[in-house]
């Protein structure tokens, strides 16, 4: 079996065809331009380069492994696709620099951990198997979750569990984090679990799933610095737009898809007198939304592919020019 045909078969897109019908009325026209600002393993851009003859696409990826596994499975398509390797905050940067037009027609982003990060048991992803504790999208840079761990404060830890995973129990574990560490250094995934199990009552871990779910969810939101980089993304996006380009967002957990409904809600709503017979199109939003609420998997999808249980699909048109204070 190739390499391409390998990296295939490890990912299933989710909502492949919902996120393409979206994106279509600003894909399907001569010479368009799709930036993939999470390009994994290249399969939501694959599908677009099948589907839209005339379309170019921009894959933006942290990951330098998931570059040159989406780089060789997308290879047939030529210099209809492009790699970059950066952090998709910068696609403001990367379409001024790559498109003629200076704009893009869409923007994808599948936000959260790659499939690929995942099933890669040595990334220190997944709590399913015993690894290096690493975490970090892009390996060769900033610090990994061992060294996070190693250095901040208990207050510190317990925030961060709280905030990024919800964790109702994040100051017990904490406390045990910062114990353990005091006898020997928190090096693997293995450790974390235990650690995890000992500090959530017995109770509380019979349901909600794997118990150390929001504990790692958690560590690798601080350690990649996902929120705040999508935060910076989001305006990013918007400006890279044409007018009639669509942004097209899957979140997989509440506090991505909290930032990505509020930037949504605000670019598309009036900020007019409720009274005032005739609207300027100077105050007319610049967002027009593509989905009432969320999109989600249905029952049919979730049994072909698990991940997508907690998908969240939006979309947004942009009809008037966007600018930061939108």
């Known amino acids: ?64 492994q998931a570059i040159a596994l989406a780089s060789e499975r997308l290879r047939p398509f030529g210099e209809r696709f492009r790699a970059v390797h950066t952090t998709y905050d910068r696609v403001g940067e990367v379409v001024a620099r790559h498109s003629p037009s200076g704009l893009a027609d869409g923007i994808l982003m599948d936000l959260g951990v790659s499939s690929l990060q995942l099933d890669e048991a040595d990334r220190g992803f997944s709590y399913a198997a015993d690894a290096p504790l690493d975490m970090r999208m892009d390996p060769t840079k900033g610090r990994s979750a061992a060294d996070l761990l190693a250095t901040a404060a208990e207050a510190e830890i317990a925030k961060i569990l709280r905030v ?47 118990p150390s779910k929001r504990t790692f969810q958690a560590l690798r939101v601080a350690v990649n610095d996902e929120l705040r980089i999508l935060e910076r993304a989001l305006p990013a996006a918007l400006s890279s737009l044409r007018i009639g380009g669509r942004l097209v967002i899957e979140s997989y957990q509440s506090l991505e898809d909290r930032l990505v409904k509020e930037a949504f809600r605000a670019g598309s709503t009036l900020d007019v007198p409720v009274d005032l017979p005739i609207i300027p199109e100077s105050k007319a939003p610049p967002l027009k939304l593509l989905t009432r609420g969320a999109v989600l998997a249905n029952e049919e999808e979730r049994a072909r592919n698990p991940r997508s249980a907690s998908v969240r699909l939006r979309g947004v048109e942009l009809v008037r020019e966007w600018k930061e204070s939108s």
């Open 1 to 64: 079996m190739d390499d391409a045909r390998a990296t295939s078969q490890r990912h299933t897109p989710v909502l492949l065809d919902e996120c393409l019908n979206m994106l279509a009325p600003a894909l399907d026209a001569q010479s368009a331009l799709l930036v993939d600002c999470t390009l994994g393993m290249g399969g939501h851009t694959e599908a677009a380069l099948k589907r839209f003859p005339r379309l170019s696409v921009i894959g933006i990826d942290r990951d330098p």
């Open 164 to 210: 990024y995973g919800e964790e109702r129990f994040a100051s017990r574990i904490a406390r045990r984090i910062v114990r353990k560490r005091e006898e020997a250094p928190l090096e693997r995934t293995g450790e974390l679990v235990d650690i995890i199990r000992d500090a959530i009552p017995a109770p509380a871990r019979r349901t909600g799933g794997n």
